[in-house]
């Protein structure tokens, strides 16, 4: 389990230090790794922020050059690829280590009601639970998916990585037009056809936003709703993606920020299942520690033109 940063939304019990195990795993082929699709971002510029949240502003002009993005999430089975190849440490019976950091979370810590675990591990395996193969990876800490990015880089020799927030924001409102969620400035009925939040369908009964029903309780799989204009799926909703990119209170960046890890935070964007509109624009700011996990943030792919 994962501690949280006092910015996030939710919190989480603090990491226990207990090493109970080492999983070793056999590499895969380069032919059995699965790429994902993704779309060349046209560069522009636009306008970034918003006045909505005091961590969004100042609204300001920034250009992004011509980049690719996955137009989908990073789901549990193509995770589990990328688990079973590498060396892992298990600590405190659910804490999944590489390299001494922190990656993913085997047990949900918080917003739990009726959450069934999706990856478990057995017989020194990782595996998927039926049915949730092509749902978003989440309970993944920053240091998973940027570790996940280093290995399916190396394997396939073709520079893979997290977006930037000011790519995520970009690419999630369409350019330059900047809608408020990803593919319509309509908050009603018809949002439900773009994006996976808590509405009538949500676990969490009385974060519950009436007005709306996706049909989810939880996550749904990857491209169930409809895309935005560059045809990127569920930018708005289904997990929070996390950035390459520093969190600070506001764009507005110290002369001098601190280096001491307690102080180290990163972006993440998007809005989950378990949102409402209000909290998830395109341009709605999160953040948390590099070994957050939970069962809301997840991630995508980037690469350079």
């Given at each position: 389990m994962c501690r949280s940063h006092p910015t996030a939304l939710f919190l989480l019990g603090f990491c226990s230090l207990l090493l109970l195990g080492i999983s070793a795993h056999?590499?895969?082929?380069?032919?059995?790794?699965?790429?994902?699709?993704?779309?060349l971002i046209p560069g522009g510029a636009f306008k970034m922020g918003s006045n909505d949240s005091p961590d969004s502003k100042p609204i300001h002009k920034v250009f992004v050059r011509a980049f690719y993005l996955a137009t989908k999430e990073v789901t549990n089975a193509e995770f589990v690829e990328f688990l079973n190849s590498i060396q892992t440490e298990?600590?405190?019976?659910?804490?999944v280590?590489?390299?001494?950091?922190?990656?993913?979370?085997?047990?949900?810590?918080?917003f739990c009601s009726d959450w069934e675990a999706e990856i478990y591990l057995q017989d020194g395996r990782f595996?998927?639970?039926?049915g949730q193969e092509h749902h978003p990876v989440t309970l993944v800490?920053?240091?998973?998916?940027?570790?996940?990015?280093?290995?399916?880089?190396?394997?396939?020799?073709?520079?893979?990585?997290?977006?930037?927030?000011?790519?995520?924001?970009?690419?999630a409102g369409g350019g330059s037009a900047h809608q408020k969620w990803a593919g319509t400035n309509n908050s009603g009925k018809k949002l439900s056809q773009y994006a996976n939040l808590c509405d009538q369908a949500?676990?969490?009964?009385?974060?519950?936003?009436?007005?709306?029903?996706?049909?989810?309780?939880?996550?749904?799989?990857?491209?169930?709703?409809?895309?935005?204009?560059?045809?990127?799926?569920?930018?708005?909703?289904?997990?929070?993606?996390?950035?390459?990119?520093?969190?600070?209170?506001?764009?507005?960046?110290?002369?001098?920020?601190?280096?001491?890890?307690?102080d180290i935070s990163y972006v993440f964007r998007g809005g989950s299942?378990?949102?409402?509109?209000?909290?998830v624009l395109t341009s709605s700011r999160f953040s948390a520690e590099p070994e957050y996990c939970t069962t809301v943030v997840g991630f995508r792919l980037a690469k350079n033109k």
């Open positions: 056999k590499p895969l082929k380069n032919s059995e790794i699965k790429e994902p699709a993704m779309v298990i600590r405190n019976g659910e804490d280590f590489f390299k001494g950091q922190q990656i993913y979370d085997l047990i949900c810590d918080g595996k998927v639970r039926t800490s920053w240091y998973g998916a940027t570790a996940y990015a280093k290995w399916l880089s190396k394997r396939t020799g073709k520079p893979y990585r997290l977006p930037t927030e000011e790519e995520w924001e970009y690419a949500c676990a969490v009964k009385n974060w519950r936003y009436q007005i709306l029903n996706d049909g989810y309780a939880y996550t749904a799989p990857v491209g169930s709703f409809k895309p935005n204009k560059f045809g990127l799926y569920d930018m708005t909703g289904n997990a929070h993606e996390w950035c390459n990119s520093r969190y600070y209170g506001s764009y507005i960046i110290p002369d001098h920020p601190s280096q001491k890890p307690e299942w378990i949102n409402k509109p209000t909290d």
